[in-house]
């Protein structure tokens, strides 16, 4: 593979509702959802993936140069260098510019990854409605204990907590929608809850939607049921939390974590 055109291209900026980080999107290599181990980040409207962790899965050589602070990949008799924090890029002793620089978190160094697929010769693409890097290439392989699934919840599971998400978060997006999830969820594994997502829902005092006459035959926007799942999944807006309000619990103020899209989550 030639790179000299790829490296004076310009890159597409990946527009997204709101920014997110590595912890709120999901990773899909080959259709199946895996730990995302900080492989991908989004930051200020831009996916970026991890140049190590990619040339890994791929079989590429890359060498870290720590005089220099660079990151170098070999591959098919040709050698391309990322800085840190830096939009330049070195091809063969030949500088390029990116429309973005890249990032550095935890040592490592993160290209935008239009960029990083075009070199790497993989296909990707950004959900934004699911909130995930779906990447396909045939020579990416995934272990079993590499997936991720919905653990024990079953499809009605599934439904009850998408209704739930649905009429409580009321038009928020899906990060919202996730972090009301996550308090659901987060109550079922705390013993002083009822130990199952209806249990919760419908424990008396809590949740008053679901005494609509209307909740039991709600059907969810698609929206909630992305985040219901993108919560089971592992996904936390709201890590810990166990309660959520409109307005602050004066009770609680101690106990405040965030207010997400004008609703005051708890611990």
């Not at 890159?11 to 959802?33: E, G, K, P, R, Y």
């Not at 140069?65 to 030949?94: H, P, Q, R």
């Not at 993108?230 to 009770?251: D, H, T, W």
Request: aromatic share 12%.
């Amino acid at each position: 593979m030639r790179f000299k055109a790829l490296l004076l291209m310009t890159l597409v900026v990946i527009v997204i509702s709101s920014a997110a980080f590595a912890t709120d999107s999901l990773l899909s290599i080959n259709d199946q959802i895996i730990n995302n181990d900080d492989m991908t980040i989004v930051d200020s409207g831009v996916v970026y993936g991890s140049v190590s962790m990619f040339a890994q899965r791929l079989g590429i050589d890359v060498t870290w140069l720590e005089l220099s602070k660079l990151a170098v990949i070999y591959k098919d008799g040709d050698y391309v260098s990322f800085g840190m924090e830096t939009n330049k890029v070195l091809m063969n002793n030949e500088y390029s510019t990116m429309e973005h620089s890249t990032r550095t978190i935890d040592g490592r160094i993160y290209v935008p990854m239009d960029y990083l697929s075009e070199l790497f010769g993989f296909d990707y693409l950004w959900d934004e409605n699911e909130l995930t890097t779906k990447v396909s290439h045939p020579m990416m392989t995934v272990t079993p204990d590499e997936i991720v699934n919905i653990g024990n919840y079953s499809e009605e599971d599934l439904l009850w907590l998408a209704r739930i998400v649905d009429i409580e978060a009321r038009g928020g997006s899906v990060m919202k929608k996730t972090a009301v999830a996550n308090v659901v969820l987060n109550r079922v594994a705390d013993p002083r809850f009822p130990d199952t997502i209806y249990g919760v829902i419908f424990q008396r005092g809590q949740f008053p939607p679901a005494y609509y006459s209307s909740f039991s035959t709600l059907q969810p926007r698609e929206t909630s049921f992305i985040a219901a799942k993108r919560a089971m999944l592992g996904i936390q807006v709201a890590e810990n939390c166990l309660y959520f309000n409109m307005v602050p619990f004066k009770s609680k103020a101690e106990d405040f974590y965030k207010n997400i899209e004008g609703d005051y989550f708890y611990y």
